[in-house]
Nanobody, 127 residues
């Protein structure tokens, strides 16, 4: 069983930066794919980024590529999402998700492929 806990969401102005953290526990972790999703009311969860723990390859949604960076710290078992040049359309609840069998292989990151989820953290980008 994997437990995920997100933190770091807050209200920021357009153009600002923010770093989200996802603490991962309860597994060997080394073989998990971990991803960040976001969701706004009335819409499905949208995968923004994914990192493969085995080789640290990363993939991004086209609209966040060049602005978001996903990374992992193996010492603290934490996955980060660094978000720069934030836009109002980046607003939403951000969730981290993990799966023991999945290997992310492209920018299409599907929520249904992930078994474990955190509780989410709210990011609001507004002037």
């Amino acid at each position: 069983q994997v437990q995920l806990a997100e933190s770091g969401g807050e209200v920021v102005q357009p153009g600002s930066s923010l770093r989200l953290s996802c603490s991962v526990s309860g597994s060997s972790y080394g073989y998990h794919a971990v991803a960040w999703f976001r969701q706004v009311p009335g819409k499905e969860r949208q995968g923004t980024s994914c990192i493969n723990s085995s080789d640290r390859t990363t993939y991004y949604l086209d609209s966040v590529k060049g602005r978001f960076t996903i990374s992992r710290d193996t010492v603290t078992n934490t996955v980060y999402l660094q978000m720069d040049s934030l836009k109002p359309e980046d607003t939403g609840v951000y969730y981290c998700a993990a799966d023991p069998d999945l290997y992310c292989s492209g920018p299409i990151i599907e929520a249904g492929d992930f078994s474990f989820w955190g509780q989410g953290t709210q990011v609001t980008v507004s002037s």
